[in-house]
């Protein structure tokens, strides 16, 4: 793993409505079969995996993931499609910024029932 802080933090809004700041701090560079965490508040932790074929962008979905955070794939007025992980303290938050933002959840994926 390669972590490269950057001096000069790219800086950024988003936001169609609402705009919000947002400050590109760094790059992490992983080798294959490396793990990093991102870690919040309360310890909750998101994982992500390098593979030789890509990323698991999470970890499961309908286990370990779901203690913590709801997963949803999301679109924008715009269009486009997103993958959200959403801490199930700030459900409140996130409704109310995607009703400001005119985004829609197409799919909770949390909910899923997978078959034997």
Not at 21 to 47: A, F, P, T, Y
Not at 48 to 57: I, L
């Amino acid at each position: 793993m390669k972590f490269n802080k950057l001096i000069n933090p790219r800086k950024f809004q988003t936001g169609l409505k609402k705009k919000q700041n947002i400050k590109e701090i760094g790059s992490i560079k992983l080798k294959n079969n490396e793990m990093i965490s991102l870690i919040v508040e309360g310890n909750k932790r998101h994982e992500v995996t390098r593979k030789v074929w890509g990323f698991y962008a999470t970890q499961s979905i309908n286990d370990r993931l779901k203690k913590n955070f709801k997963t949803a794939i999301v679109k924008n007025s715009m269009n486009k499609v997103f993958i959200m992980m959403v801490e199930r303290s700030k459900m409140t938050k996130f409704r109310e910024y995607c009703r400001i933002e005119k985004q829609r959840v197409i799919k909770w994926l949390d909910r899923e029932k997978l078959k034997k």
